[in-house]
């Protein structure tokens, strides 16, 4: 795993390692940010959801980890009412109501279900980073984000 800073979220977002590359005939490695990690159960997106960060802080017992995964957390017993899967709350960072997500609510299907029109692609949407391995440079990057203000 790749850990970077990204200040559009304020948070370190944890990127996979996916492929060997070549970017301009030099060796590369490319990162990509999982399908999950922008889930609402994953430990690292507990700040970005105060309903389960006050869940967790009470102590409720109906957030538990599991076993086989324990940056995943089992809140299948909890009643979570104001978060989503692919949708981030960055209302602390920002200093305004703010909600971040992939454009077009890409892996956030419960939000594009409220819309039409979307057009959510991994080749447009998805992020990725692609590191020189020996130097850590970054050779290219491939961010994008849709900032949503209730």
Known sequence: ELWVFDT??????????KAHVNIEGVPALKYRVPHDAANINKTANVCACKELSDLIADGDQCVRTVEEDPNTLDISNCHITSCYDGLQ???????????????????????KANFDGLSPDPNLHLTYLIVEPNSGLTLRRHSRYQFNIP
């Open 8 to 17: 559009l979220p304020c948070r370190s977002v944890g990127m996979r390692y």
């Open 89 to 111: 709350d960055i209302t602390v960072c920002q200093g305004t109501p703010t909600f971040l997500s992939y454009p077009h609510f890409y892996l956030a299907d419960a939000q």
